[in-house]
Nanobody
Framework: QVQLVESGGGLVQTGDSLRLSCAAS????????MAWFRQAPGKEREFVAA????????YYADSLKGRFAISRDDAKNSVYLQMNSLKPEDTATYLC????????????????????WGQGTQVTVSS
């Protein structure tokens, strides 16, 4: 079993930056593909970005590429999401997800691809 705990959310203003963290623990935490999703009230869960266990492959939602960056530190079993130039429409609960699998295609964007989920951290961007 894998446990994921997100942190780093908060209330920021338009144009600010924020860095989210997700710490993984459990038996297989050292070899997991990890991802970030977000979910706003009344909306479906939306893929943000993913990174392979080696860190040499990443995958982004086209609409967020260039503003958001995913990275990982395997020594800390952690993945990060750097969010820049934040907008009110970025307001959502951001969730960390993990999988023992990797596919460098749109399959990564589906919620069913990801086996493990954290509880989420709230990000609110004020205008």
């Amino acid at each position: 079993q894998v446990q994921l705990v997100e942190s780093g959310g908060g209330l920021v203003q338009t144009g600010d930056s924020l860095r989210l963290s997700c710490a993984a623990s459990g038996r297989t935490a050292s070899r997991l593909a990890m991802a970030w999703f977000r979910q706003a009230p009344g909306k479906e869960r939306e893929f943000v970005a993913a990174i392979k266990w080696s860190g040499d492959y990443t995958y982004y939602a086209d609409s967020l590429k260039g503003r958001f960056a995913i990275s990982r530190d395997d020594a800390k079993n952690s993945v990060y999401l750097q969010m820049n130039s934040l907008k009110p429409e970025d307001t959502a609960t951001y969730l960390c997800a993990a999988s023992n699998l990797w596919q460098q295609n749109d399959n990564l964007m589906g919620v069913n691809f990801w086996r493990y989920w954290g509880q989420g951290t709230q990000v609110t961007v004020s205008s």
